[in-house]
């Protein structure tokens, strides 16, 4: 598996098939589809944790990988290797799996967990190189719309999958999902020609990249206030927003114990089947109206689901609840990268960059699995929901008040890198 190709041509190349690319999403939503939600919901209604115990777990492991996401992107913009580096994680992410389903006590689900949130980090950020390794620049909103596409559609998928395999086999047998469909992932990555891939435009680099500067050079990470302001709008949107989808399959799963998966799998494919259609629609519309608007839409129906929630217990409202989901995070899938390529275009750091604001996106999500335990330990769901409400407000009040707009003719955008680049 040679991926040392030098640079090409910033065509995408004859041998290469998008639907290499749109089987890659697909796969990898499989893969990380068959675990999330469904071990918080194992854990409580299967081994009998309590929900602090579950946040200890979450938050020890998204807080151990949320530090290696800007490290993660630095290396990615460093090697040309990208297919291998999806290789390994997908290699890695399996026996996560299998450890968990073998050996469902605290210290080794800790362990695994873990590793498995490191090597999580490496997918989103990899995906976004070869995407912009293999498209030109005119491209990239339409193709980030499809990559969001087809990660949903494989949500659905797998959610499928994983409720008949829960009910059928028992919800520990959901966790075999993950080698199956990571092998076929892998497959999937090979099979797009390293020689179809621009390292320097994976990386996002351009004539304008200051020459003195490496792929790991971490001082342009603070020369750009718009790179700022989005990360801490992510990490604020993230907070808000990670938690609901776990409490409100608990809910779901405790009042329906022995369709626990089933009742998570509706929530997820209610969200899903919403994100797919959003995604194509936040591609073609960030490039008529602009990035910024879109993701306000997309910031403000966050605080109305979580109030929302707080109407009623009754099943079909929760999973109908959901579906405002699918609003928030497909916009969130097809702009961040986006916006972080219209910031970092021409510097080469764009993989360092999108670390660091998946970076602030884990510290919000990872503090907030142990924040909304605590709170439904002691004061219930509703006041949980409640909280993320509040959250949700003041990550749109910094997006609409800070954030300026990112997308930007060439020429701008060359102007912008430059002074990114300059000394």
């Known amino acids: 598996m040679d991926d040392t190709t030098p640079p090409r041509?910033?065509?995408?190349?004859?041998?290469?098939?998008?639907?290499?690319?749109?089987?890659?999403?697909?796969?990898?939503?499989?893969?990380?589809?068959?675990?999330?939600?469904?071990?918080?919901?194992?854990?409580?209604?299967?081994?009998?944790?309590?929900?602090?115990?579950?946040?200890?777990?979450?938050?020890?492991?998204?807080?151990?990988?949320?530090?290696?996401?800007?490290?993660?992107?630095?290396?990615?913009?460093?090697?040309?290797?990208?297919?291998?580096?999806?290789?390994?994680?997908?290699?890695?992410?399996?026996?996560?799996?299998?450890?968990?389903?073998?050996?469902?006590?605290?210290w080794p689900v800790l362990a695994a967990n873990t590793v498995m949130a490191v090597i999580g980090d490496v997918f989103g950020p990899a995906v976004a190189a070869l995407t912009l390794g293999l498209f030109a620049q005119g491209q990239l909103a339409a193709r980030m719309g499809r990559n969001g596409a087809f990660d949903h559609a494989g949500n659905v998928v797998v959610a499928l999958v994983a409720g008949g395999i829960g009910w059928l086999f028992g919800q520990s047998a959901v966790f075999l999902l993950v080698p199956l469909f990571a092998v076929l992932a892998i497959g999937a990555v090979l099979s797009i020609p390293a020689a179809a891939i621009d390292h320097e435009r994976a990386r996002g680099a351009g004539p304008t990249s200051g020459a003195d500067r490496g792929p790991d050079d971490w001082r342009i990470l603070f020369k750009s206030r718009p790179l700022v302001v989005f990360a801490l709008s992510a990490a604020l949107f993230h907070f808000a927003n990670a938690p609901l989808l776990p409490l409100v399959g608990q809910k779901l799963a405790l009042a329906n114990k022995e369709f626990a998966t089933a009742m998570m799998s509706s929530c997820i494919i209610a969200a899903q089947l919403v994100m797919l259609p959003i995604a194509l629609f936040a591609g073609q519309k960030a490039e008529q109206w602009?990035?910024?608007?879109?993701?306000?839409?997309?910031?403000?129906?966050?605080?109305?689901?979580?109030?929302?929630?707080?109407?009623?217990?009754?099943?079909?409202?929760?999973?109908?609840?959901?579906?405002?989901?699918?609003?928030?995070?497909?916009i969130w899938g097809v702009l961040a990268p986006l916006v972080v390529a219209d910031v970092m275009a021409g510097t080469g750091q764009y993989n360092l960059a999108l670390g660091t604001v998946a970076t602030a996106q884990g510290i919000g999500a990872s503090l907030s699995g142990l924040a909304a335990g605590l709170v439904v330990d002691h004061f219930g769901y509703n006041a949980a929901f409640a909280c993320s409400a509040g959250a949700s407000l003041v990550a749109l009040a910094v997006l609409g008040l800070a954030l300026p707009e990112t997308g930007r003719p060439k020429e701008t955008q060359a102007a912008l890198a430059a002074t990114l680049t300059d000394g």
């Open 290 to 330: 602009g990035r910024k608007p879109v993701l306000l839409i997309g910031f403000a129906i966050l605080p109305l689901r979580a109030l929302l929630y707080t109407f009623s217990n009754d099943s079909a409202w929760l999973i109908g609840v959901q579906l405002l989901d699918g609003v928030g995070a497909g």
């Open 9 to 106: 041509k910033a065509q995408t190349k004859p041998s290469f098939r998008p639907a290499s690319l749109d089987a890659l999403n697909f796969l990898l939503a499989d893969v990380r589809g068959a675990l999330g939600p469904y071990l918080n919901v194992f854990l409580i209604t299967q081994q009998g944790w309590s929900q602090s115990s579950v946040g200890v777990v979450t938050t020890i492991g998204g807080l151990i990988g949320l530090t290696a996401q800007t490290p993660v992107g630095a290396t990615i913009d460093a090697t040309p290797a990208k297919r291998a580096v999806v290789v390994v994680a997908l290699s890695a992410l399996a026996i996560g799996a299998v450890v968990i389903f073998a050996v469902p006590s605290f």
